[in-house]
């Protein structure tokens, strides 16, 4: 059984850089052909997709958020980490890290969540 837990800093200053950790046990962050993505919720609204780190090292990221975002991994720790810069109160919402297979990754379709962790931007 995989699972994801995300943890970081429940509350980050407009301008700041925010930081989030997802750790992944059960299974590993490089096995083929899984990828492992970033999604928020904010408040009211549906769910925005970041980006991802595949189990190759390889990046994309969502073309609204390319400019602010990088998603790196450490293997060693089965971690994979989200840095999003820049940060407003719109960047408020509950984070979640979410693996999915090559074959559902385009429809949006994730086995396995993380059970989301919120983060406010506020001074």
């Known amino acids: 059984q995989v699972q994801l837990q995300e943890s970081g800093p429940g509350l980050v200053k407009p301008s700041q850089t925010l930081s989030l950790t997802c750790t992944v046990s059960?299974?590993?962050?490089?096995?083929?052909?899984?990828?492992w993505s970033w999604i928020r919720q904010p408040p009211g609204k549906g769910l925005e997709w970041i980006g991802y780190i595949a189990y190759s090292g390889s990046t994309y990221y969502s073309p609204s958020l390319k400019s602010r975002t990088s998603i790196s991994r450490d293997t060693s720790k089965n971690q994979f980490t989200l840095q999003l810069s820049s940060v407003t109160p719109e960047d408020t919402a509950v984070y979640y890290c979410?693996?999915?297979?090559?074959?559902?990754?385009?429809?949006?379709?994730?086995?396995?969540w993380g059970q989301g962790t919120q983060v406010t931007v506020s001074s």
């Open positions: 979410a693996r999915a297979d090559e074959n559902r990754l385009a429809m949006g379709e994730y086995d396995y």
């Open positions: 059960g299974g590993s962050i490089t096995t083929n052909y899984y990828y």
